[in-house]
């Protein structure tokens, strides 16, 4: 039957109809010819012996008086029947008394005709008795041969046998045959139109119900309903799959409900981590702006740098933590995102090692890390994802190893992978800890370590290691130690990439612009749009020292206002402020034909990216994080086209060249050097430094740049002192060249 599965239910039950009329009419047919055939061959058997009989009454008369040729022409009569074909008369004894042979009998048959019926005579005569004979019949090769005694006066005086032949039950057979085969095929005909018209009552209400599956799968709408036709068990079947689509929809309806309400929650809570770090990044800024600011002072007290150290690192940390929960948040809600771009890896990774090396000097740890020559030299990849990787690994390497442990952190490239290996010594990891660590919030181990975190890191940067097409692995004996890896196929960059040069603090700028307009020597003039009071006072703080001229505004009206008036070259412009927000403020700038090509720098506490992608779109050139980080320069530099001046710059140069101003602590060298001020120049130094005059003293660094340029460094240098405010140093260098 398997033989018939792919074959539609219509065409099944049209085979199965046709298979069952056939089979019932083939075997109704034959039983009815069978019966008729058997019932015409006694028939004949029957005429057969009343034949036999007449000869025998026709044949006593010869009989009896030994008259063979009186009972010979009696049995030619019987050539009026064709299938007779031979006749024959024995005498009680035995003998053959006469005999008739149809026509036509060739000489050969006439023997075999002979002697079959003369065996057979005998055979039966030798079982009975003589005066025993009895009448019986044979049918023998396509005949049909009887014999009857003549009785007369109850004594039998002879027999006679006759041989028929059977045309007539051939030709019965034939027409029988011929018959059925028309019934049948009519039959069959007529079931299979049938079967054509009916198979519609069972396959309508399945093709109905098969065609409603479909819809209700593809469509995924289960308010969809199987219509019914019958009562029968297809009427059955399809009420189970109504009920059953109603129990899903019922089902449905629950989890959509409680799907709106884990959103929901999920929605507050997102907000609400979004709105906690708005406000824990507004006093942040202000804190690391600070503590930022005030460690460039090189006449910081040991203890109050120590101090401000402290609060840098607390407020990185808090920084780390705020992130680390957000970024979970966004794993959760699939929304973290890479941003790929070419780097130098060997620069990247330098820069964490010795980050790390001087963490675990503090821990009194040993730090080790081997690069291998094979790295390639750039990779595009998302390198603030992958360096939060890793500073995670190293940072728990450390975090988890007691005093003199060793860290090793290995970075190698084969197969076309790069592969960072970070292992350590320290406390371990048991074996049925280790699936759990991959978690949100697991901590595992002894508990005064649990303290130093938030057991979040391993979570967010398995996810990112995955993003990145890796897979993060660790292996750990508890008390020998822990190794982290993994290996990630990232996109090797054929081009050249630089390194990036290593971060110096920068103490000023210089513009690239070639245009020597009047404007070009005068600082740059940069409107400040922000309504937080410490965020205001850290910009300045950061941009005032480097020679810019700083405009501030309190709000987006304000903002509007001052940038008409002052024609600033740059303007930063928050975009949460009250009265008016940076998003209307930056629309209304843009729409002034003065205004409209100064650029703007959105920033903002906010983590809602559309908060991001919108000052794009009303016209804000780029959009700065809060808190500033090394963003800040960046961009300011770049939208002003900028040259920064490095300290360390100053302070090569000044060991290079010999003709460069002598450095601060040997005031003297300054005073050998071939450049000196001119007397003029020299008093006029002195003057403004004894006022201690800053803005005098950095127009005058201008000045001198100016009319000489290899006063250049020493205008630096100047610039540099003024900036920060070093009065001492000023009044120092000035008095040498007063001397002189
Ligand atoms: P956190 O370090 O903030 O607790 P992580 O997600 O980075 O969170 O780590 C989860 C936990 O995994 C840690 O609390 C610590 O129990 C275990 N762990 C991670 N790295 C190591 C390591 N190098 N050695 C021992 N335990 C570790």
Redesign the pocket.
Known sequence: MHLLNPISIKNKLQFIIIITSAIVLLLASTAFIVNDLFTFRRQMVADLFVLAELVGINSTAGLMFNNSHTAEENIVALKANKHIIVTKIYSKDGTLFASYFREGLDQDSLSKHLSVSEKYFRHNQKKQARDKIEESFFFHNNHLGIFKPIIFKNEIIGIVYIKSDLDAFHERLFWKIWIMGIVMLVSLLLAFFLSLKFHRTITTPILNLLETMKEVSTDKIYSHRAKKTTDDEIGKLIDGFNDMLAEIEKRNIALAQTRDQAMAASQAKTTFLANMSHELRTPLNGILGYAQILLQDEDLKETYKEGLEVIQRSGEYLLTLIN?ILDLSKVEAGKIELDPANFHLGGFIKEIAELFKMRANQSELYFTYKVSKNLPRGICADEKRLRQILI??L???I???PEEGKVNFEVDYYDDKIHFK?A?T????AEN?LK???S?F????ELN??K??????????KELVEMMGGKLQ?K?IVGK??T?WMALDLPVVSHKIEEQPVKKPIIGYQRISTEKDSKSESPLKILLVEDNKENRSVLRNILKPLNFEIVEAKNGIEGVNKAYDCLPDLIIMDLIMPEMNGFDATRKIKKIPELQEIPIIATSASVFEYHREESLKVGCQDFMPKPFGEDLLRLVGQYLKLQWIYKETLEESSIKNINDPPSEKSPDEEIQSSIKLQTEQANHFFILSMKGDITGILEFATQIEQSDAQLTPLANKIRYFANNFKVKQLRKMAKKHFEV
């Open positions: 680390d995670n690994l940072g728990n390497a975090k988890f190893t970070i350590d320290g406390i371990g990891i800890e759990h660590i991959f949100p697991q901590q595992v181990g370590y649990r130093q975190g938030t057991g979040l890191g391993l979570s967010i940067s660790v750990s130690g822990s982290f």
